[in-house]
């Protein structure tokens, strides 16, 4: 079993950047792929980026491409999320999810993941 913890949302005014971290316990997240999704009240749940952990491999949904990086530190068992030059339209959720068993083309799947931490919340004000 994975526990994962997200931190890290905030306020944050349109333009500025943020630092969101997935925390893992539990077992260690090597052979894993970690994802990150976020969600909108209304909306349903969006991929925003994954990160395989052996490969470091990485994959971006497109509306973040160029302004949001994830990254890994196996020393942490964690996961990071940096946001830039975020936007009104950022405003969400965000959970990260991890699963040992998924291939890459279905990573942006929410459904396919069977480990989720409990989301942190992430407002951008205009």
């Known amino acids: 079993q994975v526990q994962l913890v997200e931190s890290g949302g905030e306020l944050v005014q349109a333009g500025g950047s943020l630092r969101l971290s997935c925390e893992a316990s539990g077992r260690t997240l090597s052979g894993h792929v970690v994802g990150w999704f976020r969600q909108a009240p209304g909306l349903e749940r969006e991929f925003v980026a994954a990160?395989?952990?052996?490969?470091?491999?990485?994959v971006y949904a497109d509306s973040v491409k160029g302004r949001f990086t994830i990254s890994r530190d196996s020393t942490k068992n964690t996961v990071y999320l940096q946001m830039s030059s975020l936007k009104p339209e950022d405003t969400a959720v965000y959970y990260c999810a991890a699963d040992r068993q998924i291939i890459w083309s279905s990573i942006p799947n929410p459904n396919q993941y069977d480990y989720w931490g409990q989301g942190t919340q992430v407002t951008v004000s205009s």
């Open positions: 990160i395989k952990w052996s490969s470091r491999h990485t």
